[in-house]
């Protein structure tokens, strides 16, 4: 009884202390349970109404808005004549059968199709990254409520990612987005409601799209330029939308299949054995001409603690882990170009592994890494103009702290 109401009065007294109004507040909370207790936010909550429902496939664009309507009409004629495949929830067993075993919409779902023919005029789908020895690191379905021991275990590595984020995710829990960019990884789109893109009509799939980038742009300031479609389900015709709307298309040719564990017999232990393939397969030299993408994701707790307790023999394995951009040399990855990453020789020149003492203080050796400011100065800029927020202040950020600091309380 009394170690209950000591364990109450503790709960009372750290609930007291946190700051649920800022990024910094969210990401410094520790206990998953407090991490996932809902919050409202303002800018959110005042354009909820310009958004679809939270997690409800998105069918149609708002006739009131016109900003989306211009755009969907403007690619609308020269969609692709291809018609939507099986249901939202994946069930191709009423399609599959009629559809040509040349699969001609270069359906990935079909027989992973990632390069479209030349005559559709469409980029093949990213699936591996050019530098080699490099593994091209992300994370699907964020931002997860509970993510902080995750990215704080990143950020004492130096390491930044891509982080493939869902727009209903990101309405619910925009600090743990704008996290994202305060840490200096890069976000692309993962749809707004998570289901399989090739059964959306052209303008539904418009909009799961468009409006999980308006909802990112609304909470961090920074527009995507690339969205990986969930499950993998792209054809020619989503591709085409993905890219009138600028998004590059990115999948994977390795999967962790940590999504997995508990349904279709796949075990926590077939989840190593693949980390333990990919591995091996550095050594193997099978990237030797071209580094791999992994699918994995920043779905729970299992997930994210397996890539955790994977992280240290990926980094001795591979010569190189970085996000896909910068694996890329895409050094504006948003649409809002003063954004800017570093490129890859950059990015593994400042690459340092040093580990933050506390927030907005650094030991000397991460000072090297403050180019990556380049980024979370920036970003910072970004963050502070959307949201008014005070932000959490990691190396990358100090050199904008000193244009910021005026108008912060820090
Ligand atoms: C647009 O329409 C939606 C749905 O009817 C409504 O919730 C929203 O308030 C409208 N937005 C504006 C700016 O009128
Ligand atoms: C898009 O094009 C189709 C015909 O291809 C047409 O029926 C539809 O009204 C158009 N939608 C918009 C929003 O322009
Ligand atoms: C990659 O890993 C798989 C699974 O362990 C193995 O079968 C294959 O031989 C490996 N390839 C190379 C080049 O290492
Ligand atoms: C986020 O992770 C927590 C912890 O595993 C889990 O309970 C929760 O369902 C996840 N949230 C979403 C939206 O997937
Ligand atoms: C998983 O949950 C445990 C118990 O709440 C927590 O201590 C741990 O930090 C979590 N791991 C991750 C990666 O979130
Ligand atoms: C960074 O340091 C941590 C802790 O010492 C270690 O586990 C990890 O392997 C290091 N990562 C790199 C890329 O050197
Ligand atoms: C990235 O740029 C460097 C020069 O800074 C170049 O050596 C490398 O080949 C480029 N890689 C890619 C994938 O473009
Ligand atoms: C970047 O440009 C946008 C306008 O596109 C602006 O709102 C933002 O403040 C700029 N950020 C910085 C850091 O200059
Ligand atoms: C190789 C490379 O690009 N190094 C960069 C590391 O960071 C310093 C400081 O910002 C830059 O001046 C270097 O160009």
């Given at each position: 009884m009394l170690s209950l109401l000591l364990g109450a009065l503790a709960l009372t007294g750290a609930a007291s202390a946190q700051d649920r109004t800022t990024e910094s507040g969210e990401a410094a909370i520790t206990d998953p349970s407090t991490e996932c207790t809902a919050y409202a936010y303002a800018p959110v909550t005042a354009a909820k109404a310009n958004f679809p429902e939270i997690w409800t496939p998105v069918t149609a664009i708002y006739p009131n808005d016109t900003a989306a309507y211009a755009k969907f009409t403007a690619m609308n004629a020269s969609i692709p004549d291809i018609s939507p495949k099986g249901t939202m929830a994946g069930d191709f067993s009423n399609f599959t059968p009629t559809y040509p075993a040349t699969d001609p919409d270069c359906w990935w779902t079909y027989h992973q199709c990632t390069t479209p023919s030349a005559a559709s005029g469409l980029s093949p789908d990213v699936a591996s990254v050019p530098e080699p020895r490099t593994l091209g690191y992300g994370f699907d379905d964020g931002p997860n409520c509970s993510h902080n021991a995750f990215y704080d275990y990143l950020t004492e590595n130096e390491q930044k990612a891509t982080m493939f984020y869902i727009g209903s995710n990101v309405m619910d829990w925009p600090l743990e987005a704008q996290r994202a960019v305060a840490d200096g990884h890069q976000i692309c789109v993962h749809t707004w409601s998570h289901r399989y893109m090739t059964s959306f009509s052209n303008e539904g799939a418009f909009g799961e799209l468009y409006y999980t980038m308006q909802a990112i742009k609304l909470v961090t300031g920074v527009t995507p330029t690339c969205w990986r479609p969930p499950f993998?389900?792209?054809?020619?015709?989503?591709?085409?939308?993905?890219?009138?709307?600028?998004?590059?298309?990115?999948?994977?040719?390795?999967?962790?299949?940590?999504?997995?564990v508990?349904?279709?017999?796949?075990?926590?232990?077939?989840?190593?054995?693949?980390?333990?393939?990919?591995?091996?397969?550095?050594?193997?030299?099978?990237?030797?001409?071209?580094?791999?993408?992994?699918?994995?994701h920043e779905l729970n707790n299992y997930t994210m603690q397996v890539a955790m307790d994977n992280y240290p023999a990926l980094a001795r394995a591979f010569d190189h882990i970085v996000p896909i951009a910068v694996a890329q040399n895409k050094t504006t990855p948003y649409v809002e170009t003063n954004y800017t990453f570093q490129n890859f020789a950059s990015y593994i020149a400042n690459h340092t592994n040093a580990t933050v003492v506390s927030d907005g203080s650094v030991s000397a050796s991460a000072g090297a890494s403050a180019v990556s400011g380049g980024s979370g100065s920036q970003s910072t800029g970004a963050i502070g103009k959307s949201a008014g927020v005070a932000l959490r202040v990691p190396a990358s950020l100090a050199l904008g702290l000193v244009v910021l600091g005026a108008a912060l309380c820090l």
């Open positions: 993998g389900d792209v054809d020619n015709r989503i591709r085409y939308i993905a890219s009138q709307l600028g998004l590059e298309t990115i999948l994977w040719k390795y999967d962790s299949n940590d999504w997995k508990g349904t279709d017999g796949i075990t926590a232990q077939d989840v190593q054995q693949n980390y333990d393939n990919l591995i091996a397969n550095v050594s193997g030299g099978l990237f030797d001409t071209q580094g791999a993408i992994m699918l994995t």
